[in-house]
Every structure is written in structure tokens, then in C-alpha cells.
């Protein structure tokens, strides 16, 4: 248990479907992160959030659209999505000496 | 950000130390050395942060020479559930910048 929590902990959505992904801290952090990861590729990070304004977006098509209404909550809304989305998105948060705890993330599979 | 470099795959017993070395040569006077590891599916797990000589805490040890242009990772006997991926990353322990991960080094333990 690493202090954050994420739901749900698997989607499986179509492409024409809205959802959303929540991702909540309980370690009094600042930052807060997603990341994708697909098959045995690397993470790659998503947005980036300091004290809940987005701080990076790195070049993240607009059908992913991140919400961070307080420094503990971080969302991801999902909006007609396409199958090469189908990955694991994890989300972080990030203490004063920016050592990264992870949620369990969420595996989502897009038809 | 200080790019890293890693060996893509390492084999060990159970039993043996790991040693897993990094490089980072052009590493910034502000950078700090972070090590993480992934098991499949999970997100990654902190594991230690230094930012030169030696650090050691219940899990492992981080070497960092005096040029600090490369660290090492070293686990003392390892078991089979250390099989996992390990990540090298370096950059500031400020919070305001994300870290970014490389491919890692894909550890396997036999028995």
C-alpha cells in the first residue's frame, strides 16, 4: 500500500464511450502525475500537476483531458479513445525530494 | 535532464549480490540519483536516493563515485521475488519537474 489509490483497476471501454479515471493520494503531496505505459515500452509521462495547476502536458492528444480539483485528487477523462490507448495508466504523487509513489494503476482496454 | 543509461537485462541466482550500474554522464550539480522497480502490471516502487558517496537503507545500497557520473544499485542476496524491472533516474529532487523513465534494467533471478 503505497498511499495511493486508483479506480477503477481495469476499464474496458468502446470508442464512442466517455469515462473517467480517478487517482487519489493520502501522503500530503504537491505534485501529482499520470503516466501510460503499453507493452513492454517504458512510461511515458502523461501531465504533470503542482499545487493542482498543470505544470507539463507532454504532447497528449486532446482526447485525454486531465482535472486535478485539489492536491490530493487527479483525474483523466477519456473521450473516444482509439484500441492504440489500451495500456496501463498509472498515476503519482510526488513528495518534497520528488521520490515518486505510484498507485496501482488502472489497465484499460479500449474495443 | 541528465540522460541515463542502463543495462537493458541482467541474469542472477538467488542468493548472490546484484550489482546494477547506471550511467549518467552529463548529470547536473542539482541532480539527485533515484532508483525504482517495477513488477509486472504493478506501478514502480521507490527504492532508494542519493546524491553521492553511499546510501544504504533495508533494501539496498546506492555507490556513487566522486564524479558522480555513474551509480550503482546493489542488492544483497537476492530471491526469486526480486525478479523485476529496475529504473535509473536522475534529475532534481525539487518536485517541480517530473522525472522521466528509460527502459530499465530487466533483472531475472533463477533459483
Known amino acids: 500500500e503505497t498511499g495511493v489509490t486508483q479506480t477503477p483497476r481495469h476499464l474496458v471501454m468502446g470508442m464512442t464511450n466517455k469515462k473517467s479515471l480517478k487517482c487519489e493520494q493520502h501522503l500530503g503531496h504537491n505534485a501529482m502525475y499520470w503516466y501510460k505505459q503499453s507493452a513492454k515500452k517504458p512510461l511515458e509521462l502523461m501531465f504533470v500537476?503542482?499545487?493542482?495547476?498543470?505544470?507539463e502536458n507532454n504532447s497528449v492528444p486532446s482526447r485525454f483531458s486531465p482535472e486535478c480539483p485539489n492536491s490530493s485528487h487527479l483525474f483523466l477523462h477519456l473521450h473516444t479513445l482509439q484500441p492504440e490507448d489500451s495500456a496501463l495508466y498509472l498515476c503519482?504523487?510526488?513528495?518534497?525530494?520528488?521520490?515518486?509513489?505510484f498507485g496501482p494503476g488502472t489497465r484499460l482496454t479500449v474495443l | 535532464l541528465a540522460k541515463t543509461t542502463q543495462p537493458i537485462s541482467m541474469d542472477s541466482y538467488e542468493g548472490q549480490e546484484v550489482n546494477i550500474t547506471c550511467s549518467h554522464n552529463n548529470i547536473a550539480t542539482n541532480d539527485y540519483i533515484t532508483w525504482y522497480q517495477q513488477f509486472p502490471s504493478q506501478g514502480p516502487r521507490f527504492i532508494i536516493q542519493?546524491?553521492?558517496t553511499k546510501v544504504t537503507n533495508e533494501v539496498a545500497s546506492l555507490f556513487i563515485p566522486a564524479d558522480r557520473k555513474s551509480s550503482t544499485l546493489s542488492l544483497p542476496r537476492v530471491s526469486l521475488s526480486d525478479t523485476a524491472v529496475y529504473y535509473c533516474?536522475?534529475?532534481?529532487?525539487?518536485?517541480?519537474?517530473?522525472?522521466?523513465f528509460g527502459s530499465g534494467t530487466r533483472l531475472q533471478v533463477q533459483p
Open positions: 533516474l536522475v534529475g532534481e529532487n525539487t518536485g517541480r519537474r517530473a522525472l522521466t
Open positions: 542519493g546524491y553521492k
Open positions: 500537476y503542482n499545487f493542482k495547476e498543470q505544470t
Open positions: 503519482a504523487s510526488a513528495g518534497s525530494y520528488n521520490e515518486q509513489f
